[in-house]
């Protein structure tokens, strides 16, 4: 991988050839029985030399050499300790941590390897609850690994006596076979002290026991060069990139915010009532804010019943007050000519049904022209909307309808922002379909024009005025106000809902009152 990619043997840190490199030196790993080995490449390059693909460290053997390696116990399981003061981070096998138990929490490593490049890993740190000779327990805070080291060789302690006289054998545990757990300097309390030595070999004692490291020509394991290896981690570091560290889980992070939320939100909700009937006694778990109450009370308070007419009048929620709109019917002339350019462009035909739907609205009263004296004599709020065509070609009866635009900007108005919206008061569908299921008769029927159906009040009206001409005339443009509801108003599904509703309810009275 290194020749691969041109890196240089020596320095292992620059794009050069060895033999030109100024920085580097040659490799200085002694040879057993040779000295030096002197060859133009980095140590951690020398073939006896092993880079651990797991761990991304540089492992080297050691003949003869034992690491300080004990038996400790955590929740009654036997846990192989490899403890290693030249660490500063404690680690643990995934496996021993499922095996203890244990709950991680998830994290983000950093691993700086050869050549200084660093390369993230995830992981998790878990709470290692170890008990010693006392029985005291020692929480020791570790990263979850997959493997930590090789696998570690049965080794004789038979003539382990005639090296230390104050101890037998059988008082020095040595495990062998996987290593489960590396404790480094972040526990240095814990790690195993120097109590005697002997020509190389020397005994420690922490809380756990007895334990020995070294090397000595009476301790082997039967063979020409020990199993055992020393794992050298360049660098590990949890707390590296603060973008990377995802250290607890987004479940409890979700339920911190709900919390937090909840505690901002106190005294703006109401009481647990039913958005969708209104009965007022439904525990209903998503109630309507404070907010939403008003507005929903202020548009009750708008619509009444015309017992004359026997139809529904409805005042619009104003928020603030209408006398602030700003006079736009330069705007409304100016589009007006827009649109009358755009429909002269497509063709007579197309701008003859432009015309035949505003003559319709005129006709079913969903629209009415004012006259100079109506409009000279008015001194309440004005206000001017656009309108244009949306085009339903699958539709035999209005393939061409009218929309008015009351979300249209000027001066940085919106009519919108002056209305109260209101909750939304909409069956659930999902109810609708069981509700559809319950019984063995179904009746689905659709209200003609239903936001049509609701008369506004005078001062709406003319909050709704538009122009239109004859688009062969030169005139100057009529004035027209809406008469109803309008499609695009903010408030305009609430109110219609509404009306349906206490339509209903009125008629249900009318039949009660009949059989009494």
Request: contains cysteine; aromatic residues 6%.
């Amino acid at each position: 991988m290194i020749k691969k990619n041109g890196i240089c043997f020596r320095c292992l840190n620059g794009y050069h050839s060895a033999r030109g490199c100024k920085v580097g030196k040659l490799c200085d790993v002694v040879i057993e029985g040779q000295g030096p080995c002197n060859r133009n490449h980095h140590p951690l390059l020398h073939q006896d030399r092993i880079e651990s693909s797991s761990h991304n460290a540089v492992m080297e053997k050691r003949g003869k050499a034992l690491l300080n390696i004990s038996t400790v116990h955590s929740k009654n399981l036997p846990v192989t300790v490899l403890w290693d003061p030249g660490s500063d981070t404690s680690l643990i096998t995934h496996r021993m941590a499922k095996k203890l138990g244990l709950s991680g929490k998830d994290v983000n490593l950093s691993l700086v390897k050869v050549g200084n490049t660093i390369e993230y890993q995830s992981s998790k740190t878990y709470c290692v609850p170890l008990t010693d000779k006392n029985g005291k327990i020692w929480n020791v805070d570790a990263v979850g690994m997959n493997e930590i080291s090789s696998k570690v060789k049965r080794i004789d302690l038979s003539k382990l006596p005639e090296l230390f006289t104050r101890i037998s054998n059988l008082e020095v545990d040595l495990p062998y076979g996987e290593i489960d757990m590396l404790i480094g300097t972040d526990c240095c309390e814990i790690l195993p002290r120097v109590v005697e030595h002997n020509e190389g070999i020397q005994l420690l004692e922490n809380q756990f026991g007895f334990s020995i490291r070294g090397r000595h020509d009476k301790i082997t394991n039967g063979s020409n060069s020990s199993n055992h290896i020393l794992v050298r981690t360049h660098k590990l570091s949890r707390l590296v990139d603060l973008k990377q560290i995802n250290i607890e889980s987004t479940d409890s992070l979700k339920t911190k915010l709900d919390k937090f939320f909840a505690m901002g939100e106190m005294g703006t909700k109401c009481k647990p009532q039913c958005i969708k009937c209104m009965c007022r006694g439904c525990p209903e778990p998503n109630c309507i804010s404070l907010k939403e109450e008003r507005e929903l009370a202020l548009i009750e308070e708008g619509l009444l019943y015309n017992e004359e007419q026997k139809c529904w009048l409805v005042k619009y929620p104003w928020l603030r007050d209408p006398m602030h709109l700003k006079d736009n019917i330069k705007v409304a002339n100016a589009r007006l000519k827009t649109t009358e350019n755009r429909l002269k462009k497509l063709g007579n035909e197309y701008a003859m049904k432009y015309q035949r739907e505003i003559e319709d609205m005129i006709d079913r009263g969903v629209a009415r022209k004012l006259n100079k004296e109506e409009i000279q004599e008015y001194k309440g709020p004005v206000h001017y909307i656009h309108h244009h065509e949306v085009l339903k070609p699958e539709s035999n009866s209005t393939p061409i309808r009218i929309v008015f635009n009351s979300s249209a900007s000027y001066m940085g108005q919106k009519l919108n922002d002056f209305w109260a919206k209101g909750p939304d008061i909409l069956n659930s569908l999902l109810g609708v379909l069981f509700r559809f299921r319950q019984n063995n008769i179904a009746i689905a029927g659709d209200i003609a024009k239903m936001y049509h159906t609701v008369k506004l009040s005078t001062m709406d009206e003319h909050t709704h005025r538009f122009l239109w001409r004859d688009l062969d005339d030169n005139r100057p443009p009529d004035q027209y106000a809406l008469t109803t509801v309008t499609f695009g108003d903010k408030p305009s599904g609430t109110i219609a809902t509404l009306a349906l509703r206490r339509t209903v309810e009125n008629l249900a009275k009318n039949i009660r009152m009949c059989k009494i």
